[in-house]
């Protein structure tokens, strides 16, 4: 069954399996102390949802923030990344033990997993992290993520866990995610403007949906804003996986949000498979490709970078990594793994294949991204 709309996300027919996002700023109170009766309302509501046939994977931020409050560190414990990884430390066993007795209470038990942006990027930690899960979830437990926030540094993390849920929710097999926020979903414009309308539903992120996400939405405690919330989005909609962000403020915010249908739901746009999502939402794009026309419409229609349509190339990078190709306006039209390093690429761009092999000094490979390794965004 299709996911169409809010209520489906709490149908088993049509969400098997869930994420559930829940923001540092809906868990922890302005007095840095764990909103304990909030919480008991989501957890009674986890349980519902169990007891109805749904899997449950939390994805919980809030460790940054309940940790700094118990080291009395100043602006939240973001002041500086060492700050964040010691708060994160101390944070994130309190959050823990909070969920795994809430959960209890209800007789479920709590499963702990904390990854890093390295460990998704990678295919086979994240194949790793996806049987876990798998294992979890088929065992009866509820898996809640963070991202070790203690040891990732600052380049390579996901640094909000909104984009961490989608990877999360590719990883688990999930249907849907639900981001638990404190804005109440996307709208049209500044939501502080009196006549921004809230969107209830999004079929494909574009430009124009993009150029809605005003950075001014964060809240402040957690990190991510309308625009981490929006690559999410696209992640899961390629992965065919549909997403919402809804206010999570209220108690029992899952039941409230739906029966009043407020938030804005991503509907998925394609089912990319298994290894093709996981291409398609990797993060840690390390250069650009820089094509022409030709070579853009020849994407399009399925086929493989070949050097003679590359006109410029960004970034360093080595054979393997992921990098974007971007038409001439510099929008980014795919991403995929670079089957040459940057020199070699800035050596033959613009080469036909005859010419290649002199410069190379060996016998060029068919692409510079073969289409198999190659995704549409
Ligand atoms: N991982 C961070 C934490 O637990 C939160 C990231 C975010 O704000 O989205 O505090």
Same mark, same amino acid.
Request: with cysteine.
């Given at each position: ?39 008991? #309302? ?43 990884? !010691?708060?994160?430390?101390? +944070? ?16 479920? #038990? ?19 992290? @996806? ?41 688990? +097999?999930?249907? !849907? ?7 109440? #979903? ?46 999410? @989005? ?45 291409? +398609? ?20 229609? #399925? ?75």
């Amino acid at each position: 069954m299709a996911i169409l709309q809010l209520d489906d996300l709490i149908d088993p027919a049509a969400t098997k399996r869930l994420v559930i996002k829940v923001g540092s700023a809906l868990l922890v109170g302005d007095d840095g102390q764990p909103r304990h009766a909030w919480l008991a #309302g989501l957890v009674e509501e986890i349980a519902a949802m169990r007891a109805r046939g749904q899997q449950v994977v939390i994805v919980s931020s809030g460790a940054i923030a309940l940790g700094a409050a118990r080291m009395g560190l100043a602006k939240g414990g973001r002041a500086s990344l060492a700050d964040a990884q !010691a708060a994160a430390s101390v +944070g994130q066993i309190a959050l823990a033990g909070l969920w795994s007795a809430l959960l209890q209470g209800h007789g479920l #038990g709590a499963a702990q997993m904390l990854v890093t942006l390295g460990d998704l990027e990678d295919r086979r930690r994240y194949l790793n992290a @996806a049987s876990t899960l798998g294992r979890l979830l088929e065992a009866g437990f509820v898996p809640v993520v963070n991202e070790n926030d203690s040891v990732a540094t600052e380049e390579i993390r996901f640094g909000d866990n909104d984009r961490l849920a989608a990877r999360v929710a590719q990883a688990a +097999g999930a249907d !849907a995610v639900m981001l638990l926020s404190d804005v109440d #979903g996307l709208y049209d414009r500044n939501p502080a403007d009196p006549a921004a309308v809230m969107l209830p539903h999004v079929d494909g992120v574009t430009d124009a949906i993009r150029a809605m996400a005003d950075a001014g939405s964060a809240s402040g405690m957690g990190s991510g804003g309308m625009v981490s919330k929006l690559q999410a @989005a696209e992640i899961a909609e390629r992965a065919g996986i549909a997403l919402a962000i809804v206010n999570g403020s209220r108690d029992h915010p899952i039941g409230t949000a739906v029966s009043q249908s407020r938030g804005t739901l991503f509907r998925p746009q394609r089912r990319d498979a298994g290894r093709k999502a996981w291409l +398609g939402g990797r993060l840690d794009v390390r250069g650009r490709l820089i094509v022409d026309d030709g070579c853009s419409a020849a994407l399009l229609a #399925g086929s493989s970078v070949l050097a003679p349509g590359i006109s410029s190339v960004e970034g360093d990078f080595a054979r393997g990594d992921v990098v974007a190709v971007c038409n001439g306006a510099g929008k980014a039209m795919a991403q995929g793994l670079a089957e040459y390093s940057a020199a070699e690429c800035r050596e033959i761009m613009g080469l036909r294949e005859a010419d290649q092999q002199d410069r190379l000094g060996y016998a060029p490979r068919p692409a510079v991204i073969h289409r198999d390794h190659l995704v549409i965004l």
